[in-house]
């Protein structure tokens, strides 16, 4: 019988400071990477007060005229940064109903003529109109930097709950002025009526190594399937983040930290949106998980025999980590979701996917 999970462990990141509870909180991560692959993240280093002025300005970045988001829609971004408007993606045949702004870590895009085409997914980001939305950019910025650092932290910890060197995984990154990390701002509206489907966003992995996720409203409304397949809840906890292991992290541990299938249900009927905020953290693009075997101590690969194999879940992209470059896998998934920005910007891999033309909705599997 498979181990299971009918909640989502709540860890306290003050305990990695002190010397007398570190080793508890090692132990929850472990518990957490091989059994859940979810995990809540109290007292984290991230400033509460730029936590509350990006909160701040999230209703007034969605309640901008449609003009000014349009001028930075997501379509004039070979990085894929940018503005997408309601219902343009499908997840598993079904509209996501969400609207969202792309935004990343700063980076100067190192694509020359040449080179892969996955490294022109890095590069500048689009903002609005500093006038519009004023100290808008200074807070995302300053969020974005603080959530990198406590990434970068946590890869460590990660490290040392499977009995690897504090640097183990730093292989998988490049140096800093080489990285980008992408972040995400989202409004899941309420449905316009009782026969609306209540898919925000279907189910689904994320590509990278860890997410860090600020519920930025009270809204329940993200759930996870756990290994029998059921839906767990993963309420707002304030004070928090969720994090979650990425399909990169699975693979590049052989299976051992688990990416856990999640989605996000709409907020009810008569209710107010439901926002959000993701940050994704990266790996290298010219990185080959397959090429880069960890080794882990016997006790450590024994927690995941004990753990069982998961059921059949309902997500099922990002299978590509087994043959090709992670910038590669990245950009694959890019391409299906965002088909506008494919065919201005990678038109020979819009036409392989999209032979028929330009559809009307992307849709990542």
């Not at 309420?190 to 990278?208: K, M």
Request: charged letters at 20%; aromatic letters at 10%; a neutral charge.
């Amino acid at each position: 019988m498979a181990a299971n999970f009918s909640s989502i462990p709540v860890l306290d990141y003050s305990q990695v400071s002190d010397p007398t509870r570190k080793s508890k909180f090692i132990a929850q991560l472990r518990h957490a990477l091989i059994n859940v692959g979810f995990l809540y993240l109290s007292n984290s280093p991230v400033a509460q007060r730029d936590i509350d002025a990006l909160i701040d300005h999230i209703p007034r970045l969605f309640a901008l005229p449609q003009e000014a988001k349009d001028k930075i829609r997501m379509a004039n971004s070979p990085h894929f940064l940018g503005y997408s408007k309601l219902g343009a993606e499908l997840t598993r045949g079904k509209t996501d109903h969400r609207e969202q702004f792309d935004i990343a870590t700063p980076h100067t895009c190192r694509w020359k003529p040449g080179d892969p085409d996955y490294l022109k997914l890095w590069g500048p980001s689009q903002w609005p109109d500093e006038n519009m939305l004023p100290g808008f950019k200074d807070v995302m910025e300053r969020y974005l930097a603080q959530v990198q650092a406590l990434g970068y932290k946590f890869i460590g910890l990660l490290a040392e709950a499977f009995s690897l060197p504090s640097d183990a995984l730093a292989r998988f990154y490049d140096s800093d002025e080489l990285m980008q990390h992408r972040g995400k701002i989202v409004k899941y509206p309420t449905p316009v009526d009782n026969a609306a489907s209540d898919q925000g966003v279907g189910p689904h992995y994320d590509a990278g190594f860890l997410t860090f996720l600020l519920q930025a409203s009270p809204h329940p409304g993200l759930q996870v399937q756990n290994l029998s397949g059921q839906w767990i809840d993963v309420p707002p906890i304030p004070g928090t983040f969720v994090v979650n292991i990425g399909k990169a992290l699975e693979f590049a541990t052989q299976g051992l930290a688990r990416a856990t299938s999640h989605r996000v249900l709409s907020p009810p009927k008569g209710s107010t949106p439901r926002y959000s905020v993701p940050f994704f953290q990266n790996i290298s693009l010219n990185v080959r998980l397959a090429d880069e075997v960890l080794q882990f101590p016997p006790d450590i690969l024994k927690l995941k025999e004990q753990r069982g194999t998961a059921s059949a879940t309902d997500s099922v992209n990002f299978t590509e980590f087994d043959r090709e470059p992670s910038g590669q896998v990245n950009l694959i998934g890019r391409v299906k979701s965002h088909p506008d920005v494919a065919e201005m910007h990678y038109p020979e891999l819009f036409r392989q996917f999209f032979p028929q033309g330009l559809p009307a909705q992307g849709s990542a599997y």
